[in-house]
């Protein structure tokens, strides 16, 4: 009622007095939605569900402000919209009487899609569909559309995969023009193309990735020069050899911009014929690179550096495990003795020196680093060990970085940084494309800040160094305890998001002046572009379009966001088809989040997180205590904080929303805040 107030209101202000802004939708489930203006400086908008009109999820509008209140967050109405964000919903068939529905997956679609009889394209009700829209009369609540692609039946694995990447906009298939064109390509060593090559094929080099990869599109060399400095190569695939502008194989790169990353399956940015094959850095294959060269000493001190076209032969392909053996067996990793008669084992004289002195060169390039200021933010990467033939998952586990992750992330860094350094340092004024990380909001650090407080441990937010060291050691601080992942998420909402763009503000996380992405142009867009430029400037080309640039930069952005939450929804999916047949059974975890509508708990033993919806919760009436993290009682002030340990029952799970519903177990009371304590004393 309120909101028809105020929309009849706005009607009697002049058109000259009204306010307008424009942002992308929020929607929340129950209708509502929240603006995210295109102008950062204004605050969030609220939207009532009355006021949406034809909005949809993602969307870019045009909002009527209404007046502001004092003490009152910003509200107004969608009254157009600008941009459609998705014209294909992902859903399931359902039909009522003469009309069928497409249902859709996502909770943030809050309308079901209206399918005449005749645009159902043989799907049958039940099924998971693919619905096209094609209209929304201004006279209908639902938008009108048609069936584009059946995918098949609900609980199916290839259906549930392929729903996630048509819910994300992500295509299904290659382009067959594209096929047929990598198909025509060949890596042929011409004499005319080895001529403008260095050479590295007589010097040692291997590939360290993981054990299931295929694509494998960075390599290490190493030797020792006659002058007695280490010479270590960075080698990069060559996909700008292969990979034209123009052409229909550059045209869907640019779409997908990167490659997905699924459960169980990698949906490729290229043809398999190029990440798997012809730019894969197989061994025992002479394959083109562009590579960064560090002439370094001991001590890691790079002392001279080239940048330029190569050919590479690899000696052997490391899985990580394998690289992290040599590295235990040779003593140097951290918390285990050496084992020097395993070490034979484990490779020739040429694999176990190379491996063991690339990983003593990025300890210390580790170590300075963060001398100088990186945040060493951890991840937890969840893992499933799924049926080969159902991909049904038997069983979750945590990706863990060791010695070997960090050896190669160390040299991927310093290449990412030496080129982009070499193109806004050393060329000046050059358009390029750097991966900028902004500095945090001072707000949400400060509210960061008093939270730890609470928990015991301290920020410095005096100065960017005191800040940095006691980040860092908060991180160390905390690792192994219960809150250590509530901490890190925490932290990591803090910190602002990485992207690309033109503007060079540098790296706050790494705490480079100067960053890129270099490595990886298999798998991400943003490298290719990085490639072309490189190239193109070290040859004396002139600069190319900013504006053009900056535009593939942010769409680049973008989807990787999208690809980015296409994979956690996969990991969402599989977690539920995990718990399915678990229901009733008890699970002890800790409190990973909480909001207005429940208590999210991480079980301890497979890494599901799942709600606790606070309309369960019968002993009391319990609000959301924003600010500090928890849920407190109204009448008891009893309290669930983030960190807590408790037992829960597997109550539901919905397998089309990805939703797991849990409930408290009797034993799993909640925290006494400090405030009832008193109280209890006194009444006493």
């Keep these: 009622m309120a909101g028809k107030k105020s929309a009849r209101h706005n009607r009697h202000i002049p058109e000259s007095l009204r306010s307008y802004i424009t942002g992308i939708v929020d929607m929340k489930s129950s209708g509502k939605a929240y603006i995210l203006p295109d102008d950062k400086e204004i605050e969030d908008v609220f939207v009532a569900a009355n006021s949406v009109g034809h909005a949809l999820h993602g969307d870019h509008v045009r909002v009527l402000l209404f007046p502001s209140r004092v003490g009152r967050r910003l509200e107004g109405r969608i009254v157009e919209v600008l941009h459609r964000n998705k014209k294909n919903i992902v859903g399931t068939i359902a039909f009522s009487g003469k009309y069928a529905f497409l249902i859709p997956d996502s909770t943030n679609i809050t309308v079901n899609i209206l399918v005449p009889r005749e645009n159902l ?21 639902n938008p009108v559309g048609e069936i584009a692609a059946v995918l098949g039946e609900p609980g199916d694995n290839d259906v549930e995969m392929q729903s996630i990447l048509a ?15 990598a198909a025509s390509m060949r890596s042929t060593v011409t004499a005319k193309e080895l001529a403008r090559r260095r050479d590295f094929r007589n010097i040692y080099t291997c590939t360290i990735d993981p054990a299931d990869a295929k694509d494998f599109d960075d390599a290490l060399s190493f030797r020792r020069l006659p002058s007695g400095r280490l010479e270590v ?7 700008s050899h292969f990979v034209k502008e123009g052409g229909a194989i550059e045209k869907e790169a640019y779409e997908r911009a990167t490659s997905v990353y699924l459960v169980d399956r990698t949906i490729p940015m290229l043809p398999e014929r190029l990440c798997n094959d012809l730019c894969s850095l197989k061994p025992n294959t002479d394959r083109f690179c562009f590579s960064v060269v560090f002439e370094m000493d001991e001590n890691a001190h790079i002392l001279d550096t080239w940048i330029g076209k190569g050919i590479i032969h690899s000696n052997r392909r490391f899985a990580y495990e394998q690289a992290q053996e040599i590295i235990e067996a040779a003593g140097l990793a951290q918390n285990i003795p050496a084992a020097p008669k395993k070490l034979k084992t484990l490779g020739n004289k040429q694999d176990i020196e190379a491996v063991t002195q690339l990983y003593k060169l990025s300890k210390i390039l580790r170590d300075n680093r963060f001398k100088k200021g990186s945040i060493n933010f951890h991840s937890q990467e969840v893992r499933f060990r799924l049926d080969p033939e159902t991909a049904k998952p038997l069983g979750v586990y945590i990706k863990e970085s060791k010695e070997a992750n960090h050896l190669v992330e160390e040299f991927m860094l310093a290449a990412n940084r030496r080129v982009a350094e070499h193109i806004g340092k050393e060329l000046k004024r050059k358009p390029f494309v750097y991966r900028v990380h902004d500095e945090p909001n001072p707000q949400k650090l400060s509210d960061f800040s008093r939270f730890l407080n609470k928990l015991g441990y301290k920020l410095n937010l005096k100065s960017r160094s005191g800040l940095v060291k006691s980040f860092n050691g908060l991180l160390h601080d905390i690792e192994g305890r219960a809150e250590q992942n509530m901490i890190e998420t925490i932290a990591v909402r803090t910190m602002a998001k990485a992207i690309y763009t033109t503007q060079n503000i540098g790296h706050y996380g790494l705490s480079f002046p ?9 798998r991400r867009y943003p490298d290719l572009m990085v490639h072309r430029l490189l190239e193109r400037y070290m040859q ?68 599901c997180e799942g709600m606790v919806p606070l309309r369960s919760l019968t002993d009391d009436y319990y609000e959301l205590d924003e600010e500090n993290y928890q849920v407190v009682g109204l009448h008891s002030h009893y309290v669930y904080k983030l ?16 939703q797991l519903t849990f409930a408290f177990a009797p034993e799993s009371m909640p925290v006494m805040s400090r405030q009832t304590r008193k109280d209890s004393r006194k009444r006493k």
């Design 121 to 141: 394209h043989h799907a049958q009700e039940g099924q998971k569909a693919v619905a096209r829209i094609t209209d929304w009369p201004a006279h209908l609540n």
């Design 167 to 181: 819910e994300y906009n992500f295509p299904l298939t290659y382009p067959k023009q594209a096929e047929k064109e």
């Design 233 to 239: 190569g960075v080698h990069i695939a060559d996909v």
């Design 514 to 522: 100067y960053y890129t992405h270099f490595t990886s142009p298999i």
């Design 540 to 607: 004396g080309g002139k600069g190319v379009s900013e504006a053009d640039l900056e535009d593939k930069c942010k769409h680049s952005s973008d989807m990787e966001k999208r690809a980015t939450e296409a994979e956690r929804t996969s990991v969402k999916y599989k977690q539920a088809e995990f718990l399915s047949d678990k229901i009733g059974q008890m699970f002890y975890g800790s409190v990973s989040g909480v909001s207005k509508w429940g208590i999210y708990v991480c079980l301890e033993e497979n890494y």
């Design 643 to 658: 960190g807590q340990r408790v037992k829960i029952q597997v109550k539901e799970i919905d397998m089309n929303k990805k």
